[in-house]
């Protein structure tokens, strides 16, 4: 029930995000759902992070 309203509170997290973690998973496993929960919230972290740099004119 835990992990369910960590990921209900994340916002953005697309299907690339999944395969990214999927990915990354061959090199670093997923131990446990908390695990799981707390790699969705880094890539969220990194892709809003990566949005907010724009630029332009």
Request: overall charge positive; proline content about 4%; some cysteine.
């Amino acid at each position: 029930m835990e992990n369910q309203i960590k990921l209900w509170a994340l916002r953005a997290f697309t299907p690339g995000g999944f395969a990214a973690i999927k990915r990354a998973n061959a090199f670093c496993p997923i131990s446990s759902a908390d695990d799981l929960a707390a790699k969705l919230s880094d890539e969220v972290k990194l892709k809003n992070a990566a949005s907010s740099n724009k630029i332009g004119f």
